[in-house]
């Protein structure tokens, strides 16, 4: 027998196993359609609330997939390109990069001035301070002008689809396009997206299918919620855990104020609705090896498929849990897209850093508006966090990096 001929029974053995295999987990409650190609009239379903819009971005062209009304419409997107999505998007990296190490030229060198009081210490403080700000200009800047382009080149030749601010759209970004703000999309001179729609992020159309029909699994107590923290004594937490004791009295979790993976299993375990007060890590080149940082390790993003079954919605007070891989554009196992995949239909969470008095007032008001006599009402995150994205952008209109990082993930 040649090398050849070996090589060739090895396959069909191979592939004889693959097969047998698949027929097995196919023959599983649930499991009946595995490895199948979706159904064009299953997926139409995920339009019927509102359009969901996928967006293909590649080299030989851009356009636009839009899902409604029991339809596909194809919207060619001609001043787009591969190209000058790329661009700014690594630009847009740089940029964050950038202002995220003057920051922490800003802590060094506060240390060094407490340790020393010299006058050159001193000037260490105010140069640094002055390339945060530098920095940060230069950050808001770039983003503006990104935000403008989308208006442009994405919102505008879909303007039928966006038109009634009372309506929902799903946004399923491919490329880089999937770490950029589309819902931030506008300038003041063209208006802006928020103000016209609520928009959210659905991972994929089957993703956005499931969550809708999903129900809180496992043994959790009724509506009950959980905050994981690192950052100080949870109970005494001003922005959240004040608001939601109040809001759901003894049906709130709360670990310690440093939490520990331990801890945060046992809250994933036995909540609904978890909130994580807490830094977190996003790996650009490896969105896999990110996580949450808690006392004792870090819970990773491949750790949580292993720990959630169907739950509500998970709150991330924490940097970057809805950013993905600045190499592999389409990787989707950030840390927000983790937990929706892993169980939980509803995600809230930052595309960049939310400074933390920020985050604490933003999840603050969204479990207002989210928390009833009779529970937790899932059903208006999306709306809830556009008018909390609008209100940042009345207050700050000149700072994008404020205001246009919050989105949210789920139906």
């Known amino acids: 027998m040649t090398i050849d001929e070996s090589y060739s029974d090895r396959r069909r053995v191979l592939a004889r196993q693959w097969d047998e295999l698949v027929d097995e987990i196919r023959s599983l409650d649930g499991f009946e359609t595995f490895f199948e190609p979706p159904d064009v009239d299953d997926l139409l379903t995920a339009g019927d609330n509102g359009p ?72 260490g403080v105010r140069d640094a301070t002055e390339a945060q700000y530098q920095a940060r200009i230069k950050l808001n800047e770039d983003l503006a002008a990104t935000l403008a382009w989308l208006w442009d080149v994405l919102v505008e030749p879909l303007g039928k689809y966006l038109v009634d601010r009372t309506s929902r759209v799903w946004w399923s970004p491919t490329g880089p396009l999937a770490v950029l703000p589309i819902h931030a999309a506008g300038s003041p001179s063209s208006g802006w997206l928020v103000d016209r729609v609520a928009s959210s992020y659905a991972p994929s159309l089957r993703s956005l299918i499931a969550a809708r029909g999903a129900q809180p699994t496992g043994n959790p107590t009724r509506s009950r919620f959980g905050i994981i923290s690192t950052l100080g004594d949870a109970d005494h937490l001003v922005g959240v855990a004040g608001p939601l004791r109040e809001l759901v009295g003894p049906d709130l979790l709360v ?61 991330l007070a924490a940097c970057d849990t809805a950013a993905g891989g600045s190499e592999l554009f389409n990787e ?80």
């Open 52 to 123: 969901v819009i996928v967006v293909n971005v590649s080299r030989w062209r851009c356009d636009a997939l839009v899902v409604a009304d029991g339809t596909i419409d194809v919207v060619p997107l001609a001043d787009m390109t591969l190209e000058d999505a790329q661009r700014r998007t690594a630009r847009h990296f740089e940029n964050l990069v950038w202002h995220t190490t003057t920051l922490n030229g800003i802590d060094s060198a506060r240390r060094e001035f407490n340790t020393s009081r010299s006058p050159a210490a001193a000037r």
């Open 255 to 315: 670990s310690s104020g440093s939490a520990t993976v331990a801890e945060a299993h046992r809250v994933l375990a036995e909540c609904t609705s978890v909130h994580f007060d807490c830094h977190a890590i996003q790996n650009l080149s490896a969105p896999g090896d990110g996580g949450f940082i808690l006392n004792d390790g870090m819970l990773r993003v491949f750790e949580l498929a292993r720990t959630v079954a169907s739950r509500e919605l998970a709150g």
């Open 332 to 411: 989707s196992i950030t840390l927000a897209t983790a937990l929706h995949y892993s169980g939980f239909r509803h995600v809230v969470g930052a595309l960049w850093e939310l400074r933390d008095d920020v985050a604490r007032t933003v999840f603050a008001d969204l479990y207002r508006d989210l928390v009833t006599a009779d529970g937790l009402v899932t059903a208006h995150t999306g709306a809830a966090v556009s008018r909390i994205v609008r209100a940042l952008r009345s207050a700050k209109p000149d700072d994008p990096y404020t205001w246009a990082s919050l989105i949210h993930l789920g139906p």
